[in-house]
């Protein structure tokens, strides 16, 4: 039985009928899927973001997105479905986020693929539209980042383009918001139209072309008709492709080795060849360069001959961080008072009006201590973290990141980690979580999971709560040197640890570091304030929704059995916490609250200084009184150590075992336990024969 196109919405394995077919346009009518496909940092998540009001992570480098994120976009009351996927340069699979991109456009088949193109760099960009336009996608193209070709004195002309491709285009500047309307109408005048178009016919020269037609032979039945020629492309190419293709494969490998034997150069470079061949073509029709102002990326260029300095790429790197957490304090600090200020302010009106209307004790102590206390100290701590978000977000969108990977490779070769590895480590700044998803652009499976059982010694930024508090109290000058040694000492046991484990696990050679470097481009202040304000609101809401919960449980905790003191040690949390302290009296913090907080800290590290806050029944500045009498400088490093080291979070400890599954996330949770426990140790015995 032939192969006929697909129901949009449901795959049909019978001839359709006319009545299917009616109804399959009643439905396309109604709800549409669009994929966004494209290169590696073409803007395609800046556009997803734009057309359906959503948040993903955008950054000026390749490889931000690794999943599909679906979203929806609404013109006059019409609503279809965007997806948004990992770039990828073809439709071919080498990492596992090239793998989500083709498996959607290929097995999924979307009703329609917006093909986001760098406008700046057409030639390479077109390639993947070219192969989408051979599958016979419903293709719309959109020429992003046109305000950069432009100021490169790049012309294109969007109706020829239009016509040599068969398809509509686009032009958008992503980060404006130019063309985006435009945009959303195509996109929804893509349901009326069939979900297929014919398949972009490149020659390839006869030989070639005799090859995919007896390849095309051989997959009769197997694949749909219209896409056969496409298949016999690829296993031409040399891919390896479903099973039932067996027999079609073996007569493309016969076909290749013949022309490699004969031309003494392979089918598949035959193929590229031609296909950039016809992309080389349309270029000449439709693109213009002004040689009045075309001009190279010279201030990339003049940049990056500093950054990436030989000597100087790596002290500027972590003079940059040095310089991160100076702004965090200095510009954060003066905020943070003032919100603590009007937590402090709240809870003694409180007092006084509970006092008024001679409430119960218990519901005083529940109002300030767990939710005034432990949850305002962790808000009071929002403009400090807002402040790294905006430094993480001006580094993320500059392009500097991509900078720093390449910098930092030759370092991390030497200690056995692959270059590309840096970035999941420098976004585990911003949050584990979502840099251990970042991995997915590795492309050997050892050096992901090498770099996921390091990254939760990245210090997030829902560690810094905890620095704040300590570093307030014991280092008042030297906060952002102190801080920043955590960061470091993070980053240093990271590495040696990959070294480790790379040498107890997989003993194998690194690859050599392929990475494009994006041109720098000038951080708006939307691309900034934009993902920042999402940050600090999911801070903001965690605080809420995982901080107040732990500390009402650790307030009931610490009243229980009924009677005894607030929080004293005969409490059940002082008994709970009693059990564990002499484990960290060796590290200079054997109290049972110390115990309790890192135990709290499990559910997420925000709640380490909200529970302190709690038991302690404090503010932010009551509790730095606290901590400098009952700790050390010394044991007070040991401790921000300690949390800096120890068990990872359960977000961050579910996200490995979704990737690496149970062993590997019971083996991270053992190893940084022993790791934080053995150096905080460390550091408290050793300081206390020096200090
Ligand atoms: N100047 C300029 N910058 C843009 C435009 N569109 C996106 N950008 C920037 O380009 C960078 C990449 O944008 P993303 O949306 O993350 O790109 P992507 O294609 O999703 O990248 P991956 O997910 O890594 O494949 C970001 O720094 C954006 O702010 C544009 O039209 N003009
Ligand atoms: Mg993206």
Redesign the pocket.
Same mark, same amino acid.
């Given at each position: 039985m032939p192969f006929r196109p697909k129901c949009p919405i449901r795959v049909l394995r019978s001839r359709p009928t006319p009545r299917n077919d009616a109804r399959c346009q009643v439905r396309a009518k109604r709800q549409i899927k669009i994929a966004i496909a *494209?290169n &590696? +940092? =073409? *803007?395609? =998540?800046?556009i997803f973001n734009a057309l359906t009001g959503a948040n993903v992570a955008? *950054? +000026?480098w &390749?490889?931000?997105?690794v999943e599909r994120h679906e979203g929806r976009s609404n013109y006059r009351g019409h609503e279809v479905t965007i997806v948004d996927l &990992? *770039?990828t340069y073809a439709l071919d699979a080498w990492t596992l986020d090239e793998r989500v991109a083709r498996d959607f456009l290929i097995k999924e088949k979307p009703d329609g693929v917006i093909a986001?193109v760098d406008a700046a760099n057409l030639e390479r960009n077109l390639y993947l539209v070219v192969q989408l336009l051979e599958l016979g996608a419903r293709v719309v193209v959109v020429l +992003?980042?046109i !305000?950069?070709a432009r100021g490169k004195g790049v012309e294109i002309d969007t109706a020829k383009l239009a016509a040599a491709l068969g398809v509509k285009v686009v032009s @958008?500047?992503?980060?404006t918001g130019e063309g985006i309307e435009q945009l959303r109408e195509v996109i929804h005048n893509l349901g009326r139209e069939e979900k297929t178009a014919p398949p972009l016919r490149i020659d390839y020269g006869a030989e070639v072309e005799r090859g995919i037609e007896s390849v095309a032979n051989a997959l009769a039945r197997k694949v749909p008709d219209n896409e056969r020629r496409w298949w016999a492309l690829k296993l031409l190419e040399g891919e390896t492709a479903l099973p039932e293709m067996a027999e079609a494969e073996r007569v493309a490998a016969g076909i290749r080795a013949e022309l490699t034997q004969r031309h003494k150069h392979d089918a598949s470079s035959a193929i590229v060849e031609r296909r950039y061949g016809f992309i080389k073509g349309v270029i000449r029709e439709c693109v213009h360069k002004r040689p009045d102002i075309a001009r190279g990326p010279e201030l990339s260029e003049a940049i990056d001959s500093i950054v990436l300095n030989r000597w100087l790429g790596v002290p500027l790197f972590f003079l940059l961080m040095a310089l991160t957490f100076y702004l965090v304090f200095a510009l954060g600090t003066p905020l943070a008072e003032l919100i603590s200020r009007l937590f402090a302010f709240l809870g003694k009106e409180l007092h006084t009006g509970l006092a008024l209307f001679r409430a119960p004790e218990w519901l005083g102590s529940f109002l300030a201590d767990a939710l005034i206390d432990g949850v305002g100290t962790v808000l009071s701590l929002v403009p400090n973290i807002a402040i790294l978000y905006i430094i993480i977000s001006l580094l993320e !969108?500059s392009g500097y990141m991509a900078r720093a990977a390449f910098v930092m490779d030759r370092f991390m070769h030497l200690l056995g980690l692959h270059g590309k590895s840096f970035i999941p480590i420098i976004m585990g700044f911003g949050c584990n979580v979502p840099a251990i998803l970042a991995t997915h652009t590795l492309e050997s499976r050892k050096d992901r999971i090498l770099t996921i059982l390091v990254t939760p010694l990245m210090s997030c930024s829902a560690r810094l709560p905890i620095y704040i508090l300590f570093t307030a109290a014991f280092f008042p000058r030297q906060r952002g040197m102190v801080v920043f040694s955590l960061y470091l000492l993070g980053i240093l046991l990271a590495v040696l640890g990959a070294r480790l484990f790379r040498w107890l696990f997989f003993r194998a050679e690194t690859a050599p570091l392929i990475m494009e470097l994006p041109p720098y481009?000038a951080p708006t202040v939307r @691309?900034v304030l934009r993902p920042t304000w999402h940050r600090t609101l999911l801070f903001i809401r965690r605080a809420v929704v995982v901080v107040a919960p732990t500390v009402v449980v650790i307030w009931l905790f610490a009243r229980l059995p009924w009677g005894v003191p607030y929080a004293a040690q005969e409490s059940l949390l002082g008994k709970i916490g009693s059990l564990f302290a002499p484990l960290l009296k060796p590290a200079g913090f054997g109290y049972w609250w110390a115990a309790v907080t890192l135990l709290a800290g499990v559910v997420a590290k925000e709640v380490v200084v909200g529970t302190m806050a709690t038991i302690h029944g404090v503010g932010p500045e009551g509790l730095a009184l606290i901590v400098r009498h009952e700790f050390t400088p010394l044991s007070a490093y040991a401790f921000m150590v300690m949390s800096l080291l120890y068990l990872p979070c359960i977000a961050t400890f579910t996200a490995i075992r979704r990737e690496l599954g149970w062993r590997w996330a019971t083996f991270t949770a053992g190893y940084t336990l022993m790791l934080g426990w053995l150096t905080a140790t460390a550091i408290y015995q050793i300081g206390r024969v020096f200090l």
């Open positions: *494209g &590696p +940092n =073409s *803007g395609k =998540s800046t955008v *950054g +000026n &390749p490889g931000v997105t &990992p *770039g986001v +992003n980042m !305000d950069i @958008t500047v992503a980060t !969108d481009h @691309t």
